[in-house]
């Protein structure tokens, strides 16, 4: 026998790159964040290889998560083929060996940046989605210490007064993603951002969403099975993008979330923005369950309802 | 094992190949060099990074071209892994191997205003000369008659036997019971050790920028250099087995003290002190540790702001993150500004007549 033979083989890293310590913290800040839906754990949040705002809170939520037998998938606005979401899994794949996958139904932690995938998620699934700014209150109050007090005492009177201001302005909610949403009936919080289209999903799911900051060091989680709801004055309903009519010009398909592709004529085409759904229905012909239907219909019935102007 | 390989992988690994063939070869020989030839720029890094490696922050500066806010990354990641395996004794001004210490507060001080190396009096011409090769720069300098001391009382210690500035009491406190800025949840108000260990790794931009619109009309206070000192202090551990204390090797550090009037009980101190020698970061740094309390007038002198501001691979990293596609969030908030202009101007002829599209073709490349 030789010293050799008794040492560890020689690693430059910890397993998953961070060290038992720091996974150690994410987990009982998850922990945390799962106990309380919605509320924001403050966390150390630890530097990585890769730059800060560029994907560091999903990266380290997926690092204390991931183990050999995990599945993985990385998207970037819908897309497992972008750049930063390749070298995301790449990182992720070299520090851990889980394996990957662009099936969102395979997955077992799917980190996405700005989009939750068309087919639906299910009990056992982790949806990481990376947050830029965990703070719904930043733009009432640019100060963490204050909006931290009006989290505390449920104080969203201002969140109200914005939207009513865009309805006296522009007779409708103008917020783009990012739609603020109360969850569990307690916390208000900026979803991710993922565009309207996407923010119902997180309502009921049947997976665990958690949204995590790096640069911000906040982490919150909307639990399975859980009450999310787009902040909405009762006589005028929160609303989707409108993508009516809007067919992928290589699917033929409607009713999913499209990336529009401004023409040289000055038109538009489309195209799916789910490249794991469009990949899967050009090789397959058929998908998994979505959250809208071929129809455009959301699978919780009367969750959405039709939208109403106002007169003022 | 199945990895999903796709274009976007192959185009970031030709990307960084291309990057690395253009900045060259990563050598030995062109690391130490980097090493040897320039300190300053190794100061920063490794203050910012707040890893005290020379080696390894030369490294990060030939890896990334001198890139230094990515340079600053490379030692932050690294540092984020490494297990603490002990911590050094405190370092005290009074056993500090001081090569610069001065004081703008009088025209001398006990132990004596120490220039040190300094370029402050330096005629700031290029070597136009030595480019030209037709001299050689002389690097000798000149030995004193007398050594001077290796170490220096405080400054401040005069002033607070004066009564001029409130005492302070040494401490003691377990080392592991401090604050750390790196492995802590950072919450407002901050421990004064998160403020002083945030400053010590700032950005030294980033707190020249805060601390230059203090100084000049935003923020309530006149700084005046109590000390300003460079030294290289010894990093003293404890044996674990014989408990014998031991120098691990020296470290340049600087620290820097300003002080401003206005309070019923004398001066106020504002204090700085970090890696590697970086004076204008510390004068800056110490001037927002006396304003980081006076929110009014300036919101600039909160904790918070300053704090979260002057974070380098935070403000850096969040800077760039705009070059990452933004073309999902762009299309939600387009829908929301078609549905306005349809709401209001819908019996009106569609937004873009084509030659208004020209227009904007031409302006935009």
New interface residues.
């Given amino acids: 026998m030789t010293l050799q033979e008794l040492a560890q083989p020689r690693q430059d890293?910890?397993y998953a790159?961070?060290?038992a310590?720091?996974k150690r913290?994410l987990r009982r800040?998850i922990l945390k964040a799962i106990a309380i839906p919605g509320y924001q754990?403050?966390?150390?949040s630890?530097?990585?290889?890769i730059?800060?705002?560029?994907g560091?809170g999903g990266l380290q939520v997926s690092l204390s998560l991931v183990g050999p037998e995990s599945v993985v998938?990385v998207i970037?606005?819908?897309?497992?083929?972008?750049?930063?979401?390749?070298?995301l899994?790449?990182f992720i794949?070299r520090m851990s060996?889980a394996?990957?996958?662009?099936d969102t139904t395979k997955a077992t932690i799917l980190q996405s940046?700005?989009?939750i995938p068309e087919e639906i998620m299910g009990e056992g699934q982790a949806l990481v989605l990376q947050v830029?700014d965990p703070e719904p209150l930043r733009g009432v109050t640019a100060?963490?210490?204050k909006a931290a007090q009006l989290h505390a005492d449920m104080d969203y009177g201002q969140m109200w007064l914005l939207l009513y201001e865009q309805l006296v302005r522009?007779?409708?909610?103008?917020?783009?993603?990012?739609y603020p949403s109360l969850v569990n009936r307690r916390y208000v919080i900026s979803p991710s951002?993922?565009?309207?289209?996407d923010t119902p999903k997180l309502h009921q799911a049947a997976h665990l969403t958690l949204l995590s900051a790096g640069?911000e060091?906040r982490l919150y989680a909307v639990p399975p099975y859980t009450d999310v709801q787009p902040l909405e004055f009762s006589d005028v309903p929160f609303?989707i993008?409108?993508?009516q009519g809007w067919v992928c010009q290589t699917t033929g398909i409607e009713n999913k979330?499209m990336?529009?592709l401004p023409q040289a004529d000055?038109t538009s085409q489309y195209e799916l923005?789910d490249s794991g759904y469009a990949e899967k229905l050009a090789s397959t012909g058929t998908t998994d369950a979505t959250y809208y239907d071929d129809q455009g219909h959301f699978y919780h019935a009367g969750y959405l309802k039709p939208p109403v102007?106002p007169t003022l | 094992?199945?990895?999903?390989t796709?274009?976007?992988?192959e185009?970031?690994q030709h990307a960084e190949q291309l990057y690395k063939a253009m900045i060259g070869k990563l050598t030995r020989e062109n690391i130490q060099v980097i090493q040897q030839q320039l300190p300053y720029l190794l100061d920063k890094v490794m203050g910012e990074g707040s890893l005290y490696a020379p080696e390894l922050a030369a490294l990060a500066l030939a890896q990334t071209g001198g890139d230094v806010y990515e340079a600053v990354?490379?030692l932050?990641?690294y540092?984020?892994?490494?297990?603490r395996i002990a911590y050094a004794a405190p370092i005290s001004p009074d056993n500090v191997l001081t090569v610069r210490r001065i004081s703008a507060s009088f025209k001398d001080i006990p132990g004596g205003q120490i220039l040190g190396p300094t370029l402050d009096y330096s005629h700031r011409l290029l070597r136009l000369d030595v480019l030209d090769g037709l001299s050689e720069d002389d690097t000798a300098a000149v030995e004193a008659d007398t050594p001077a001391s290796p170490t220096y009382p405080a400054v401040a210690d005069w002033l607070r036997s004066q009564n001029l500035l409130s005492p302070v009491e040494m401490q003691q406190i377990d080392p592991v019971a401090i604050p750390d800025v790196?492995?802590?949840?950072?919450?407002?108000?901050a421990p004064r050790a998160h403020r002083l260990q945030a400053l010590a790794r700032a950005d030294t931009g980033g707190v020249l920028a805060l601390g230059y619109a203090s100084m000049r009309g935003y923020g309530l206070i006149h700084p005046t250099v109590n000390e300003l000192r460079l030294g290289h202090a010894e990093v003293e551990m404890t044996h674990p087995l014989t408990g014998v204390p031991f120098s691990a090797g020296r470290v340049r550090v600087s620290q820097g003290e300003v002080i401003t009037s206005g309070e019923k009980n004398g001066y106020q101190l504002g204090f700085a002190a970090t890696l590697g020698w970086n004076e204008i970061k510390l004068i800056a740094a110490s001037t927002l540790d006396l304003e980081m309390n006076n929110r009014e007038p300036h919101p600039a002198h909160?904790e918070?702001f300053v704090m979260?501001h002057t974070e380098s691979?935070?403000a850096?990293?969040?800077?760039?993150?705009f070059k990452?596609?933004?073309?999902?969030?762009?299309?939600?908030?387009?829908?929301?500004?078609?549905?306005?202009i349809s709401?209001f101007y819908s019996s009106e002829a569609p937004a873009?007549p084509?030659s208004d599209?020209e227009t904007i073709r031409q302006v935009q490349p």
């Fill in positions: 890293y910890s790159f961070m060290d310590y720091a913290e800040r754990v403050p966390y150390a630890r530097e990585l290889p730059a800060r705002g560029w560091t998938k970037d606005q819908g897309a497992d083929d972008s750049v930063n979401a390749a070298n899994r790449r794949v060996g394996q990957t996958t662009t940046r700005h989009r830029p100060d963490m210490s522009y007779r409708q909610y103008i917020q783009g993603a990012s951002p993922i565009p309207r289209w640069r060091k609303q993008e409108n993508q979330f990336n529009e000055g923005s102007l | 094992m199945y990895v999903a796709r274009g976007g992988e185009a970031i990354l490379l932050r990641a540092r984020s892994t490494q297990p790196t492995t802590d949840a950072v919450l407002f108000p909160s918070e979260y691979v935070e850096s990293g969040f800077c760039i993150h990452l596609p933004h073309y999902v969030t762009f299309a939600s908030s387009m829908d929301s500004v078609r549905k306005v709401t873009t084509s599209l």
